[in-house]
Nanobody, 125 residues
Framework: QVQLVESGGGLVQAGGSLRLSCAAS????????VAWFRQAGQAPGKEREF???????????YYSDSVKGRFTISRDNAKKTLYLQMNSLKPEDTAVYYC???????????????WGQGTQVTVSS
């Protein structure tokens, strides 16, 4: 079992950058596929939106079309930390960002078992 704690969120102007971190504990981090999701608003039933993922043992990364070319996901297995570098931020990127992990490799039906508590990112226009 893995525990995840996000940090690095905040308020930034449109066009700016932020880097989110997700510290893992309690398990062998390198064994997990890890990802970032986000949720804008708290309306009931609103699903979390996939942002980016990176498999265990594979440097290839996967991105949603809405962030491709602007966001970069990376991991440091020695530090047990997942990162999300966000550049050219837009007001529509405003959301709570969550990191997630699972032992299964990522695909479009991926449903991670482990989640962090989230960190708020607000982009002002």
């Amino acid at each position: 079992q893995v525990q995840l704690v996000e940090s690095g969120g905040g308020l930034v102007q449109a066009g700016g950058s932020l880097r989110l971190s997700c510290a893992a504990s309690g398990a062998t981090f390198s064994s997990y596929t890890v990802a970032w999701f986000r949720q804008a608003g708290q309306a009931p039933g609103k699903e979390r939106e996939f942002v980016a993922a990176i498999n265990r043992g594979d440097p290839a990364a996967y991105y949603s079309d809405s962030v491709k070319g602007r966001f970069t996901i990376s991991r440091d297995n020695a530090k047990k930390t997942l990162y999300l570098q966000m550049n050219s931020l837009k007001p529509e990127d405003t959301a709570v960002y969550y990191c997630a992990a699972d032992l299964w490799r990522y695909d479009t039906n991926w449903r991670p078992a482990y989640w962090g508590q989230g960190t708020q990112v607000t982009v002002s226009s």
